[in-house]
């Protein structure tokens, strides 16, 4: 789904009616969101069952690839639209999306999710471990640089 829907993205610079425009940009959006929340959700799922004894370390090696995509994303999305147009940096991860589909089930172990049953320990415990904390701690702070950074850059960068 969003791998469709960063695909949909490069081809709504093709709409002309702005109503419509604006209507596609939403709808694209959601399920894109959509998309998101359920790779996310089934990754730390997953890997939550295939490391139980270091969850931990695995969710910081998961955000560490989440921040470096963050990061490098965008600079990799504006040289794809120097080169290519508006279209080219959807397209592109569009497609690495698709490819990645297959990939991940060749790769990727197989998982018996219906005679899974979690481990006894409770969700306070895991927060509770240090590593855990320091990753919150990480999120938190890029967070909020992020959202502090996004309105007051604009103004600076125009001039």
């Given at each position: 789904m969003g791998g469709c829907c960063n695909i949909?993205?490069?081809l709504l610079d093709r709409v002309d009616d702005m109503m419509i425009f604006i209507t596609y940009c939403f709808l694209v959006r959601i399920f894109e969101a959509?998309?998101?929340a359920m790779?996310?959700?089934s990754c730390y799922t997953f890997v939550a069952q295939i490391f139980p004894d270091n969850i931990g370390s695995v969710l910081g090696?998961?955000?560490i690839f989440v921040g470096l995509g963050l990061s490098v994303?965008?600079?990799i999305g504006g040289l794809l639209y120097d080169w290519g147009g508006y279209g080219l940096p959807f397209y592109s991860l569009g497609v690495v999306m698709l490819i990645t589909i297959p990939m991940n089930m060749y790769l990727l172990p197989s998982?018996?999710?219906e005679n899974y049953s979690p481990p006894a320990v409770g969700t306070w415990k895991l927060i509770k471990?240090?590593?855990v904390i320091v990753v919150c701690a990480v999120i938190v702070v890029?967070?909020?640089t992020w959202g502090f950074l996004d309105p007051t850059l604009e103004p600076h960068l125009r001039e």
């Open positions: 949909l993205f490069g959509l998309g998101a790779i996310s959700t090696i998961l955000e994303g965008p600079a998982s018996d999710f471990l240090p590593p890029v967070s909020n």
